[in-house]
């Protein structure tokens, strides 16, 4: 008995030792479940993937953008400096137009708006006049084909920032020569517009004048500091900015017109290409008469200027003293600018004049002077 007893015990102790090494575990395991003792790697591989597919993402953007962005670039003619040009150009070439080739017409037609006020554009007050009226000995009258009519040729300066009341003045119907100034915001616009209805085109050609510096006479002007190569340069230039022109005349420059080496450089280049000039008058002392002799260059020089007051009864005076030379010599040149009392001015006259006198562009008044 007493061994059968102590066989039992000995058999409850194993049990009881064998089960208190199988909980042990699963105490151990449960503890280290609540103090989350996993290892590291199995830590971090998340935030690691994560950061990997984002760098992923944002890289194929870059690319993408980068691959497919569009590039407009323009190439300035100063230098190799690379400039945005949302616009495109209309001239890519410097070129000069001679006057017996034709040109294509550069632009399409535009519908024009109604004339804005003078309030609503910003037109550059850039001509000088001069304080009194130059005498001169006037040239021979030019070839007439209607000998009983006087001829009248009238220009008007200062095109190529408005071109409402360009359109205005071509609807006047009479043959007008427009001098438009180089690098002006709409000169190529209103050059190409002029052409296409049959008015001629000139380069107002800015020139230092007198007043220099204190006035400016605007971009692309031709100073008397200039050495001949610069001169001849920027003469090119303009002359490239400008559309179908066929002639030259001065904008101020009662400074350089009578500096003679100065004119001599720019004659030089206008018989080279067959252009005509026409002397504004707004110096006593110019050697632009003398230098078209030399160069044998078809010339012209203005008699009145129609505007330099700009009311409607000085307009009128003007009118009136142009077509008194007119009747008394068989010619007379005159020059506006684009101005509304100009403007008003000339329709009031045209009906009268149209018969009496006989209304002819800048290139057929010119003559060479002997």
Not at 111 to 134: A, M, R
Not at 146 to 163: E, T
Not at 347 to 359: S, V
Request: proline letters at 8%; aromatic letters at 6%; charged letters at 25%.
């Amino acid at each position: 008995m007493t061994k059968k007893k102590e066989t039992k015990t000995n058999e409850k102790k194993k049990t009881t030792r064998k089960s208190g090494t199988r909980k042990a575990p699963a105490k151990s395991a449960s503890a280290s479940k609540g103090k989350n003792t996993s290892p590291p790697s199995e830590i971090n591989q998340g935030p690691i993937a994560l950061l990997i597919l984002l760098l992923l993402v944002v890289g194929t953007g870059v690319a993408a953008h980068l691959f497919f962005k569009p590039f407009q670039r323009d190439i300035s003619l100063a230098g190799n400096k690379e400039i945005s040009s949302p616009v495109p150009r209309i001239h890519k070439e410097p070129r000069v137009i001679k006057p017996e080739k034709a040109v294509a017409v550069l632009e399409k037609t535009v519908k024009i708006p109604e004339i804005p006020t003078q309030d609503e554009i910003k037109i550059p007050t850039y001509e000088v006049f001069p304080k009194k009226e130059l005498e001169r000995e006037r040239l021979r009258p030019v070839k007439e084909k209607h000998p009983d009519k006087p001829v009248l040729a009238i220009i008007i300066d200062d095109m190529g920032y408005d071109p409402g009341i360009a359109e205005a003045f071509m609807a006047l119907d009479i043959p007008l020569t427009f001098s438009v100034l180089p690098h002006s915001p709409h000169g190529v616009r209103i050059a190409n517009r002029a052409h296409e209805r049959g008015y001629e085109v000139m380069l107002h050609l800015p020139m230092q004048p007198v007043e220099y510096p204190r006035i400016h006479p605007g971009p692309g002007a031709l100073l008397l500091s200039m050495d001949p190569d610069e001169v001849i340069a920027a003469l090119r230039h303009n002359l490239s900015a400008i559309p179908h022109i066929r002639g030259v005349n001065n904008h101020m420059g009662s400074a350089l017109t009578a500096s003679e080496p100065h004119i001599n450089q720019i004659f030089t280049v206008l018989k080279k290409e067959n252009f005509f000039f026409i002397d504004s008058r707004t110096a006593a002392d110019s050697r632009g008469r003398s230098a078209a002799r030399m160069f044998q260059l078809p010339f012209a020089e203005r008699d009145v200027f129609l505007d330099h007051i700009q009311h409607k009864d000085a307009v009128k005076l003007e009118l009136d003293r142009l077509l008194r030379i007119a009747d008394k010599h068989g010619n007379a040149l005159g020059i506006g600018h684009p101005h509304r009392v100009t403007l008003e001015g000339l329709q009031r006259i045209l009906p009268e004049a149209k018969d009496r006198y006989r209304f002819v562009y800048a290139s057929e008044f010119v003559a060479f002077v002997e």
